[in-house]
């Protein structure tokens, strides 16, 4: 079936497994390019040119090693983005970064993905290119081959664009990406599936956008520096070593700013409102369920939806569709950025102080984190993710949005965190993926479908 539509109109259909043919003479969303069309990619060889390329795709069958189809089957577990997000959140976790510099990190590589596919999709449908196989009927591919024009590879196009990006994060672990990169684009050709020039095509253009990613990312304001201070004032969230108190500023890929859906105020210290709260906490019954929950979301509230996003396109066959997994991936990894940002306005804004800091007395799960307690980062976060995969996979609403609450509700077993903190996180996460389903031009799933 040829594309008949922009792919986040795909998205928001039934997303059956689709053919990848070219066609859609329209210009995809993206997040960072303004126009595909700025970006030049060259024609593909000639048919005499090609030839050769064949005959080259014949010599690495040859050259097939143990090594070599382990790096092919690794590579092709799932759609072209699926290894590295799983790489970004290792580099994430290895690098030993929370709340908003994890979101930041996360929607970098994946909005550079997507753009990047965008793109080289754009150029498919101009040109058209067979695969080595259609080319050359005598080459036999490793894997099946994917029904989409060769030319230029998506596999080199993802690994160019993400490798380029995480490089720029994590200029320490530069080289070792690159070499990743390398074998990503290598093994498309040890499959038999690409020619030599959609691969070395696709690092160009893979790497053209991520110049444009990490401009952005550069004027992000995430280098701002902070020159205050929250010494102990009663009433009053403190700490010596605020958690990125500016994080707020940051720019929003969706939203005007992270001011633009702040909060109302929560209840005032000391209030009966307040002190509800507080008691609540104090008076939570902990069971083992409710344990494992907060210790399952504890290490990361990005993670859980990262194999949640991989659960889904798998179950669904999206694997095998590129532009539209890798538009998952970004608005996911993008709707959890921008509520981050908005969660951190807010947090800031009022200086909520946790409910150990109200009562000494209160045991909590774990380490209690160094922002202030209203909202919930878990529940902006997954409020947000929920919400727009919800609209993205309307069949799983219902369990998506019940994730989401299980994600607040999980600081809130750990006692860290007051309902409230909670319920208004959600509904902060959920007012964010309004503004990126708008941006993205997908409608909202009804609350309450399944």
């Not at 701002?224 to 500023?249: E, I, Y």
């Not at 990361?300 to 996003?309: E, K, Q």
């Not at 202030?372 to 369990?399: I, K, M, N, Q, R």
Request: hydrophobic share 40%; charged share 15%; with cysteine.
């Amino acid at each position: 079936m040829r594309h008949g539509r922009l792919v986040f109109s795909l998205l928001a259909a039934a997303l059956a497994v689709r053919a990848q043919t070219a066609g859609d003479p329209k210009p995809w969303p993206t997040w960072v390019i303004p126009d595909v069309a700025s970006i030049h990619v060259p024609p593909p060889p000639s048919p005499q040119a090609t030839r050769d390329e064949a005959d080259a795709v014949k010599v690495f069958a040859n050259l097939r090693t143990d090594s070599t189809t382990a790096s092919v089957r690794y590579w092709n577990g799932g759609a072209p983005p699926y290894r590295w997000m799983q790489i970004t959140q290792q580099e994430v976790s290895k690098h030993n970064l929370g709340g908003p510099a994890a979101t930041r990190a996360m929607s970098l590589v994946a909005v550079a993905m997507n753009d990047a596919t965008v793109a080289a999709w754009a150029a498919k449908s101009q040109y058209q290119r067979p695969r080595p196989s259609q080319f050359d009927p005598t080459i036999v591919p490793m894997i099946d081959t994917p029904r989409s024009p060769s030319y230029p590879s998506e596999h080199a196009v993802v690994a160019s664009s993400a490798a380029a990006v995480l490089g720029y994060l994590f200029p320490d672990r530069k080289d070792a990406i690159d070499v990743m990169a390398s074998n990503a684009g290598l093994s498309r050709l040890y499959a038999g599936t690409e020619f030599p020039s959609d691969v070395s095509e696709g690092m160009m253009l893979g790497g053209a956008v991520a110049d444009q990613v990490i401009a952005w990312a550069k004027r992000d304001g995430s280098d701002m520096a902070f020159t205050g201070s929250f010494p102990p004032t009663p009433g009053r969230w403190s700490s010596t070593n605020p958690s990125f108190p500016l994080a707020g500023m940051w720019k929003t890929w969706a939203l005007a700013s992270g001011s633009q859906v702040r909060l109302p105020a929560p209840p005032v210290f000391g209030s009966p409102e307040m002190n509800a709260q507080v008691q609540e906490v104090k008076d939570f019954e902990r069971t083992t369920q409710r344990n494992r929950i907060a210790l399952l979301w504890q290490p990361s509230f990005i993670d859980p939806w990262v194999d949640t996003v991989n659960q889904t396109i798998f179950e669904r066959g999206l694997e095998t569709n590129p532009t539209l997994a890798a538009a998952v991936y970004a608005l996911t990894m993008v709707a959890q950025h921008d509520a981050t940002i908005a969660c951190w306005d807010t947090k800031y804004a009022y200086l909520e102080p946790r409910p150990i800091q109200v009562d000494a007395t209160i045991q909590t799960q774990f380490a209690t984190p160094a922002h202030p307690s209203f909202p919930s980062g878990h529940a902006c976060a997954s409020g947000a993710a929920g919400d727009v995969l919800a609209s993205v996979f309307p069949d799983a609403a219902t369990d998506l949005r019940a994730r989401a609450s299980e994600g607040g509700l999980s600081t809130f077993y750990a006692g860290i965190h007051y309902r409230n903190d909670v319920d208004a996180g959600l509904a902060l996460g959920q007012a964010v993926a309004r503004k990126v389903l708008d941006r993205a031009h997908l409608p909202q799933a009804p609350v309450g479908g399944k």
